[in-house]
């Protein structure tokens, strides 16, 4: 059965998005930027909705879907997935949500992305908050990421079988958090995704944040972005 979602790509018909109308900020930064961390305290701050981008593709792996393959793979090289793909999940998230405001984490990652969204959608962004950062330290960032989650998987499975003698190494962490696979997602990041910032920009759409800092610190950054001009006036 065709779903108002699937007639968003079957010609013709409004998206479903254009009758929901979101209200649709777009997180974007380098890998290991901070992206997700940060949302997860605009969440709870303002009340927003957090989608991943990265997550969603990654459910879609779990789930078993037909594209669960090509996805897998796209995301073990650190390539970008095909924009149909990661915007059918955007909507379907989007719509099964009775929220209207969603903080859109890592997408759009390149010019396909944004063009062929805000096309099918009609949705273009409140603003972009772009979290800047070195290469060097989102790379220490990303490999400590990678052993935080074998150091879980290991305790886990100790937790499990009961004795420290593990019996198997846990496949824990992310398969792209790798040295190789973030030096791929790094020349991505530059290659393309910086132009979606700079067409952002030249909108005056883009909220600059300095990432470098300790979580705390760029929270406070953040939080300016988002308390509405009368509440920073009554401070
Ligand atoms: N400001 C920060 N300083 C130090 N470490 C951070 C900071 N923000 C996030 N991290 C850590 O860096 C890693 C990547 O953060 P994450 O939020 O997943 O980034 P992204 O979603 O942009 O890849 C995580 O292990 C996280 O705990
Ligand atoms: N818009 C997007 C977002 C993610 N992805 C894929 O998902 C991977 C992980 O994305 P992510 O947003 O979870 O990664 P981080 O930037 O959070 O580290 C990317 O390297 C891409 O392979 C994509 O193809 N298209
Ligand atoms: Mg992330």
């Not at 897998?72 to 955007?90: A, D, R, W, Y």
């Not at 070195?134 to 004795?163: I, Y």
Request: hydrophobic share 40%; aromatic share 10%.
């Amino acid at each position: 059965m065709r779903t108002i979602v699937d007639a968003a790509y079957t010609g013709g018909n409004k998206s479903a998005l254009s009758v929901k109308k979101p209200k649709v900020v777009f997180v974007l930064g380098g890998p290991g930027s901070g992206k997700g961390t940060q949302c997860a305290n605009i969440v709870e701050h303002f009340g927003y909705t957090h989608l991943s981008a990265g997550d969603l593709l990654r459910a879609e792996i779990n789930s078993g879907s037909e594209n669960g393959t090509m996805i897998q793979n796209m995301i073990s090289e650190g390539v970008i997935v095909p924009p149909e793909v990661t915007i059918k999940l955007l909507e379907k998230a989007i719509m099964e949500s009775e929220n209207d405001k969603f903080l859109i984490d890592g997408f759009p990652r390149n010019e396909e992305n944004r063009a062929m969204f805000e096309s099918v959608t009609g949705v273009v962004p409140e603003f972009v908050l772009f979290f800047d950062c070195s290469e060097e330290e989102m790379e220490r960032r990303l490999l400590s990421r990678n052993q935080v989650a074998k150091w879980v998987g290991r305790v886990w499975s100790w937790v499990r079988w009961g004795n420290g003698q593990t019996w198997f190494e846990p496949k824990c962490g992310r398969v792209d958090d790798n040295i190789d696979t973030i030096r791929k997602r790094f020349k991505v990041f530059v290659d393309s995704s910086l132009s979606v910032i700079n067409y952002y920009n030249s909108k005056g759409k883009v909220k600059k944040i300095d990432a470098g800092k300790p979580v705390a610190q760029v929270f406070e950054a953040v939080k300016a972005v988002f308390t509405p001009i009368d509440d920073k006036a009554a401070a």
